[in-house]
């Protein structure tokens, strides 16, 4: 794979950041978006803007195509087994939401169990946490090996009968683990449970097939694999979004409504009330056949590589902690200087064009059992190579210099 290549394909990416070439190494955060993508975007917006379902006119045709269509895109893309179970939703978050918020309650009650672990980004846990609230489920969490991995043994000894929900990360935002959650669904369904997948640093650098995983539901955001910011997915198996009641009214979402009752469209369109993220859909179905012509395999492979290199080259630097498995399959470094404050890291490398992550990532709890108020976090792409590592390194170098 041509990492460079491909980075030419970035225009934000070719640009000086403070007189230096910018380093994007915040990926996980968002990732940058390609020709492609935004000429998609564009030529929506400058030839097929209209709203979606209900009109009869050539640009409503058009834009429903294209609407439906990335639909179809989506499914193909993570193996579901029908187009109805890709739902449009904001993102990541807003689709756990609606598991926790439209499914939780139907299954749930007071003494059931939700299982997740310390791990997991407060999208995440908030919701479940909510839910555990208002429904007096116990919340429970998986306990995490030293370097954050999950073992199945504990899995096994911390679902049990009453377990009725366990959600989990399928790749850790700050520790870069890639959780066995196949092996995990096996677990929980033997138990009676669903599994709902975080997929929002996962879907964007490794193959994923729901079906194989045999995951309940699955969320993951656009803005993470090139696509525009405002569009997600919730995948769910239809039985199961069958069964749910949907939590936003209004438009689109209705089948037939009257003065004292209403009535709801089938699947997956009950769960888009209002108009939906057209242009966020089409860019989305734009940036897959981008992932795809590049292949999810050479994408997993190349951050393997570099995430390699990445730990080697930031190992050598005194002073330098650097949280999670020495060995990993995404490139997701999480990291200390010193005793320095990782914003003050990160302002530092910024002076010298390079972008990095600094704070709790939205994952207090965990930083907690890191015994880190903070961290700094380099994430890598498709469009990173070992230069840009170079340039970390040596600006790490310069920063605790600087700090000494």
Request: glycine share 8%; net charge negative.
């Amino acid at each position: 794979m041509n990492a460079e290549l491909i980075k030419s394909q970035f225009p934000i990416l070719n640009q000086k950041i403070n007189g230096h070439p910018l380093v994007y190494l915040d990926s996980a955060a968002s990732s940058q978006k390609p020709k492609q993508v935004l000429e998609a975007v564009q030529a929506y917006y400058e030839h097929d803007n209209a709203n979606v379902h209900r009109g009869v006119h050539t640009l409503g045709s058009r834009a429903t195509d294209a609407y439906e269509g990335a639909r179809e895109r989506v499914a193909r893309f993570i193996g579901a087994a029908k187009t109805e179970e890709i739902v449009f939703m904001r993102g990541t978050t807003t689709a756990l939401n609606l598991v926790a918020s439209s499914y939780g309650p139907s299954v749930l009650e007071a003494g059931d169990e939700i299982v997740i672990t310390p791990m997991e980004h407060h999208s995440n846990l908030i919701p479940w946490q909510q839910l555990a609230k208002r429904t007096g489920a116990v919340l429970k969490y998986i306990p995490l090996q030293p370097d954050g991995h999950v073992e199945l043994e504990d899995v096994e000894k911390t679902v049990t009968s009453k377990t009725k929900i366990v959600s989990m990360a399928y790749v850790s935002n700050v520790l870069g683990v890639v959780n066995p959650v196949k092996e995990i669904a096996a677990i929980v369904h033997r138990h009676g449970g669903v599994m709902v997948v975080d997929g929002a640093q996962s879907t964007p650098h490794m193959k994923v097939d729901v079906q194989d995983l045999d995951c309940d539901f699955y969320a993951f955001s656009g803005h993470k694999m090139c696509a525009p910011t405002g569009i997600g997915v919730l995948y769910g198996k239809k039985h199961l979004l069958e069964s749910m009641e949907p939590i936003e009214f209004g438009g689109e979402m209705i089948d037939d409504v009257g003065l004292y009752d209403s009535t709801w469209k089938e699947l997956p369109w009950k769960f888009e009330g209002g108009t939906p993220i057209i242009a966020g859909a089409v860019g989305l179905a734009a940036a897959i056949d981008f992932l795809e012509e590049i292949g999810l395999d050479e994408i997993h492979r190349h951050e393997t590589k570099l995430a390699a290199y990445a730990i080697g080259r930031l190992s050598e630097i005194d002073g330098l902690t650097l949280y999670g498995p020495r060995e990993r399959e995404v490139g997701l470094l999480t990291f200390n200087l010193l005793d320095v404050h990782p914003h003050d890291v990160a302002t530092v490398l910024d002076t010298m064009g390079i972008a990095i992550r600094a704070g709790h990532h939205c994952c207090q709890p965990l930083m907690r059992w890191l015994q880190a108020s903070s961290t700094a976090r380099a994430s890598l792409y498709m469009y990173n190579t070992e230069k840009d590592i170079d340039r970390l390194a040596e600006a790490l170098i310069q920063a605790k210099e600087y700090f000494a």
